[in-house]
């Protein structure tokens, strides 16, 4: 599939798809948005596909497993192989990257394509050369938006707070999971300028969460990462 397309990543705990219909929803809602037509496959039946594909490519069921989901302007769907995890469940990685802030735009809509994907490919090669390992997108005021295009979360004392960004399967989790933790979250802005008031930082994608140790130079923490995923692995 070369020509434009949307994709959402499953995650796959145990041999079990999680939060198909979820992540149907927004294929759903992009690909009327971009396409004008409806994604509609039906959450037991895509389940089943994505769970016999993960069988198929003899993924470990202690373990967790990826399966992506592509769909074209023409409503052509491909399910891919997008690997295993080390971890059992949403996690929280060991990985604990370093970051540099890169101002860039997306190209022409927040939607998961895969020109968003190209653009934060490239903004990841940036931040190689800078010396780190993960772009950290901000805007022209020097918001941050997202981290290697992935929902970006902040947090200030006991406060945790949520990038301003479109709303995805592993936003909304994450959201979830910090509430369930009894912490206070704050749907607001942050920026460059924030950074030396800003105690951790960190992104949720598809494998759990990922707490930066660096971003920009600035040293972080870990502690409130660590208790948001054992909620975000325990519930969701």
Not at 47 to 73: C, D, K, Q
Not at 122 to 129: D, F, Q, S, T, Y
Not at 174 to 185: D, F, H, K, M, Y
């Amino acid at each position: 599939m070369t020509e434009l397309y949307l994709y959402q990543t499953v995650h796959l705990a145990r041999g079990i798809a999680r939060n198909a219909e979820a992540h149907i929803a927004v294929l759903d809602t992009a690909s009327r948005e971009l396409f004008g037509r409806r994604y509609a496959p039906g959450t037991a039946r895509l389940a089943a596909r994505i769970e016999a594909l993960a069988a198929a490519e003899r993924y470990p069921t202690e373990v967790s497993g990826f399966v992506r989901i592509e769909l074209g302007a023409d409503g052509e769907e491909r399910l891919v192989p997008a690997g295993v995890s080390l971890y059992d469940g949403y996690a929280f990685r060991s990985l604990q990257p370093e970051a540099v802030t890169l101002c860039y735009d997306l190209p022409l809509t927040e939607a998961p394509t895969s020109a968003r994907e190209a653009a934060a490919q490239l903004a990841r090669r940036m931040a190689e050369r800078a010396g780190a390992d993960v772009a950290v997108r901000c805007d022209r005021e020097g918001i941050l938006r997202e981290a290697d295009n992935a929902p970006l979360f902040a947090v200030a004392g006991h406060t945790v707070l949520a990038a301003p960004g479109t709303k995805s399967v592993e936003r909304e989790l994450t959201v979830q999971a910090v509430r369930a933790a009894g912490l206070e979250l704050r749907e607001e802005p942050f920026g460059r300028r924030d950074l030396p008031q800003i105690d951790e930082l960190f992104f949720a994608d598809h494998r759990g969460i990922t707490a930066l140790a660096r971003c920009d130079g600035q040293p972080l923490m870990t502690l409130i990462a660590e208790r948001v995923s054992s909620r975000l692995g325990s519930g969701f």
